[in-house]
């Protein structure tokens, strides 16, 4: 759990005192905390008290400009490994359960695209209402995480189900879901994707039709089996999946000295549409049209081939996989591109049609076993069904 983060939203319940002690139990284990105090809370715990604890300033304003300024309320939902709510009341899982966000905290559980962890904590009643027990239902059905509540006498002189787990359950059940789970769990890849830029003067540049969604579905199928993703794209409008760490580039030399840098890695997928060519000049002002129409002419000189460099890196990583995009003798091509390059598996795509930058995508799986033919199906298809492969083949070695 060292070094990991975790964002707490501190509701309106008697039981926010343990949220303190909670915090103090995270401390002692590396874990820093930061918090959002809701206003309820804020009538049982003391935004000094939180603060002090946490060594943070205190969140409890959606409107408050100065915070805004600093963090604005979508960054801080991100900013953490886990957004946990203790204690949960009935009121903040109603909202989270049907969307309301009219304050920081419920705006924060709808923004996030971190995983949540509940700790309710209510009157037995309020806990067995039929509403209370929808809305768990639909938050669980939604991927939300439950801790309690636990049996027990309550401040209110009650005895049931309704007192929020202990301080130390809610580390345990924090412990738990911050562990990777998925058959890729522990593992490293390395996706590229996009098209790289390689310029031509200050405004114009060579590039391709590519538009990421390939390889982007693959990081993203990869971090689902829960593999540790580091996705080095070139300019493209994609937003980053969950959970993957997103490098930006534009040159093909800039994509490889990334991908380097983040060796070592169990697996690359090389899905990224690199420029063969650059320019071998640059100029350094647009170029102009001459007055006696002399075209430009523009010398191109070969780019690295990052699969092949990797391929053969001193830190190769144990399965290399590249794409092969063709027009013509598909499958044929990609067979020799395999033993060319020195990649363990070949993605081969006919991209004749409208494959670079449509949804689906029909591909050839060409590896030590021989050659496979994939029905026509989406690209998120395709990244699931080849993350499972994968798996396989990485367990199978490991
Ligand atoms: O030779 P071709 O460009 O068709 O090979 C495609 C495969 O090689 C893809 O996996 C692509 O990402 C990779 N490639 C590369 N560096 C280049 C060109 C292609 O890594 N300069």
């Known amino acids: 759990m060292r070094g990991k983060s975790i964002l707490l939203i501190i509701g309106g319940g008697i039981a926010a ?112 209402s039929a509403s209370v027990k929808r809305n768990a239902e639909l938050l669980k059905k939604d991927g939300v995480v439950f801790v309690g509540p636990n049996d027990g006498e309550m401040a209110c002189g009650e005895f049931g189900p309704g007192r929020m787990a202990e301080p130390l359950e809610i580390v345990a059940a924090i412990e738990q879901a911050l562990t990777v789970h998925g058959p890729l769990a522990g593992m490293r890849a390395l996706v590229t994707a996009g098209p790289t830029r390689e310029p031509v003067d200050p405004v114009r540049f060579l590039a391709n039709q590519s538009s990421g969604k390939q390889g982007y579905a693959i990081a993203d199928a990869l971090a689902r089996a829960g593999a540790e993703i580091t996705l080095i794209s ?104 395999r033993a060319r390059k020195g990649a363990d598996w070949i993605i081969a795509n006919d991209v004749s049609g409208d494959v670079m930058g449509g949804e689906r995508n029909r591909v050839h799986l060409i590896s030590e076993a021989g050659i496979e033919d994939w029905p026509d199906m989406t690209k998120g298809e395709v990244g699931l069904l080849l993350a499972a492969r994968i798996a396989e083949k990485l367990k199978g070695a490991a």
């Not at 915090?23 to 002692?28: F, I, N, Q, Y």
């Not at 969140?59 to 939902?77: K, N, P, R, V, W």
């Not at 997928?269 to 690199?274: D, G, L, Q, T, Y």
């Open 234 to 337: 070139g300019p493209v409008t994609l937003a980053a999946p969950q959970g993957v760490k997103l490098q930006r580039v534009t040159t093909a030399r800039e994509m490889l000295a990334a991908c380097e840098a983040a060796l070592p890695a169990d697996v690359l997928v090389m899905a990224a549409a690199v420029a063969d060519w650059r320019p071998d000049f640059v100029a350094s002002s647009k170029i102009k049209k001459s007055t006696d129409r002399v075209v430009p002419l523009i010398k191109l000189v070969e780019n690295p081939d990052i699969l092949a460099t990797l391929a053969a890196h001193a830190a190769r990583p144990r399965l290399v996989i590249g794409f092969a995009a063709e027009t013509d003798d598909v499958v044929q091509n990609a067979v020799a591109k």
């Open 17 to 128: 005192y343990k949220a303190l002690e909670l915090v103090r139990r995270l401390a002692e284990r590396g874990v820093t905390t930061r918090a959002i105090l809701t206003k309820a809370g804020a009538e049982f715990v003391t935004p000094l008290s939180v603060s002090a604890l946490t060594g943070e300033k205190i969140y409890s304003d959606l409107f408050s400009l100065t915070d805004e300024a600093q963090m604005g309320h979508i960054q801080l939902s991100r900013s953490a490994d886990l957004v946990v709510v203790a204690p949960a009341t009935a009121d903040l899982m109603a909202k989270m359960a049907n969307g309301l966000a009219n304050d920081l905290a419920s705006t924060t559980l709808l923004a996030t695209d971190k995983r949540v962890l509940m700790a309710p904590a209510m009157n037995l009643r309020m806990w067995q």
